[in-house]
């Protein structure tokens, strides 16, 4: 595969590590010939990576004070001149930089910390692709992969548009198991922006919008791709057997292979899976259950002795008022949530209502009926 271009903006760039697996290209807003510089080098970059801690004037007015402004102008120049422009990435050494912005994801308050791990949560409202702790674990290589992930969408959709044909090729959808074309009229289901075949134009986002729609929405949220506790809690059985046995060598670990998501952003989450291929491993336990007179056999004759049922089955996923997830509980202790901008064609997510009861946020998000909320 060819390297990708990053287009670097950083006063103080470093470049070394990045020059590792991608071409780069540096520039400093405070060089002479930065606009002009900038102008060139936008079309042949795949990534523009921004350094937010820029050592400009802080004072109010109409120029950029630092990364994140600079993204107003950027997205202006490019409107004006119908340039679409590739994927922005902050990166930034200050993991609490956007403390007091409000993530367009989530309740209605502001992040109160660091950004890591609340990256799709912040990025739109910064209206950006995503964003990096400069010297977090692993960031280079995140980097150059979401550049990669770029570069071959732009490949992919070839003429700057994309079909929902060439949607489901960019995710990597597995084109062999039985289980396919339930997956790829997921993908439709979750309203990918297709701009093919139509009069259309690109537009100065282009083909960067799918990419978006990946990272903030489909990535994030549970529905056409899951995590592993939800992959878990879909087959009935115990987390913790489940991520003993995936990466085995047995049937239910070779079946989960063809599940597992390898599309592009998949090494900026945790592991996810194929919704529609963990369903179909779900059906061939029950059938493999009905077979052998109970889920317990069925188990032990896909994975060995590593799996058990989910005991009591009556459980939900339950999530804290980040969003993030904590484990299961029993349902009748949990209580469904609608947080703002969640998609709608993903997974109601449930919380635990004691939490709830305790925590006014997440009273937010809550049906105004509910019992809980009079409490």
Sequence with gaps: MTAPCILLIDDEPLVGELEKGAEVRALSPIDANFGTDLAEAI??????LLDHNLHLDQGLGLTASDGASLVGHLRSWARAKDVPLPPIAIYTSGDDAFSDETPVLGPAVPLD???VGREARLAPALDVEWLFSKYADGAVEKVIALAEDSLRLRQTAGDGRMSLKETAEYLVLPAAPPWSDIAFAGAAR??????????ARPGARGTTATLRWLLHQVLPCPGLLISSRYAAWSLGIEFDGFEAAKDGANDFA???????????GHNLFPQRWWAAGIDFI???????????GGF???????????????????????VNSDLEEEGLAP?????????????????????????VVNDAVARTMVNPVEDVVRQ
């Excluded at 989960?256 to 592009?264: H, I, K, N, S, T």
């Design 43 to 48: 079309g042949k970059a795949d990534l523009i």
């Design 113 to 115: 910390g660091s950004f």
């Design 282 to 292: 779900g059906w061939q336990l029950r059938d493999r259950s009905h077979q052998l």
């Design 190 to 199: 979750w309203r990918p922006p297709i701009s093919e075949p139509s009069a």
């Design 331 to 355: 349902i009748a202790e949990a209580v469904e949530i609608h947080p703002p901008g969640w998609p709608a064609e993903a997974l109601e997510l449930w919380m635990r209502r004691d939490e």
């Design 296 to 318: 317990q056999q069925a188990l032990d004759a896909f994975a060995g002795n590593g799996l058990q049922p989910l005991t009591p089955p009556e459980k939900v996923v339950v």
């Design 254 to 264: 070779e079946m989960l292979q063809e599940a597992r998501y390898a599309g592009p």
